[in-house]
């Protein structure tokens, strides 16, 4: 069955800490690729999205995310961490149609 | 410019009844999806509308529908309610229906308790 996993339930980290979270998916062909985060209290936004061209992607709040179709991962990354970064992190995909697939989620706490 | 809203925020039920959640998307937005979050099923695609026609459909059950209006506004309506049902029903919009990689813009969702 089509689907995409998120290795860490939980992931507690110190400030400043590097931030690495792995994200793989099942499906074959083309995929589109997101990562959203849910702060405490707020709506899910989105933090980057891979589609085609450079596998490395950028996106806000100092996170960027690598597409690596021969393992079909597209992990999340942040070099330093802020206390600001304590949220719930959701890999998502999208196959030729316009449903979101989500993984089961990452709660990161950062501690100050 | 305006985000998603969902009415209501919160909704207590009891079991059998039947609901009606009501998402207005971003002005311009003219596709709508439904999710389903959970602790233990986590974020579930429920539908999606583009120009008042359901294109997608995920895996639930028929007691679960939606509709989209000519202005985008959608709604879902949910019968015969079960405790399994309690959950925060996300909707959100996307600008473009043409696109499988357009961001999806999200709601503060409705929390549905079912007792």
């Known amino acids: 069955a089509q689907s995409v996993s998120q290795h860490n339930h939980h992931v507690i980290l110190s400030e400043a800490a590097s931030l690495e979270l792995g994200c793989n998916y099942s499906?074959?062909?083309?995929?589109?690729l997101f990562w959203y985060v849910q702060y405490p209290g707020q709506h899910l936004q989105l933090l980057l999205k891979?589609?085609?061209?450079?596998?490395l992607v950028k996106g806000i709040k100092g996170f960027e995310a690598e597409f690596i179709k021969s393992k079909f991962s597209f992990n999340l990354r942040k070099p330093s961490v802020q206390w600001s970064d304590t949220a719930e992190y959701f890999c998502a995909v999208t196959v030729n149609d316009y449903k979101l697939s989500f993984g089961a989620g990452t709660t990161v706490t950062v501690r100050a | 410019k305006a985000g998603v809203t969902q009415t209501p925020r919160y909704l207590i039920k009891t079991r059998g009844q039947q609901v009606t959640l009501s998402c207005s998307p971003i002005?311009?937005?003219?596709?709508v999806s439904w999710y389903q979050q959970t602790p233990g099923q986590g974020l579930q695609f429920l539908f999606e509308?583009?120009?008042?026609?359901?294109?997608n459909k995920g895996n639930f059950p028929g007691r679960f529908s939606g509709r989209q209006f000519s202005n985008s506004r959608s709604e879902m309506n949910v019968s015969t309610l079960e405790l399994g049902d309690s959950a925060l029903y996300l909707c959100?919009?996307?600008?473009?229906?043409?696109?499988?990689?357009?961001?999806?813009?999200f709601g503060p969702g409705t929390r549905l308790t079912v007792l």
């Open positions: 509308y583009f120009s008042e026609t359901q294109r």
């Open positions: 959100a919009s996307s600008w473009d229906g043409e696109a499988f990689y357009n961001e999806q813009f």
């Open positions: 891979y589609f085609s061209g450079d596998p």
């Open positions: 499906y074959g062909g083309t995929v589109n």
């Open positions: 002005s311009g937005h003219r596709s």
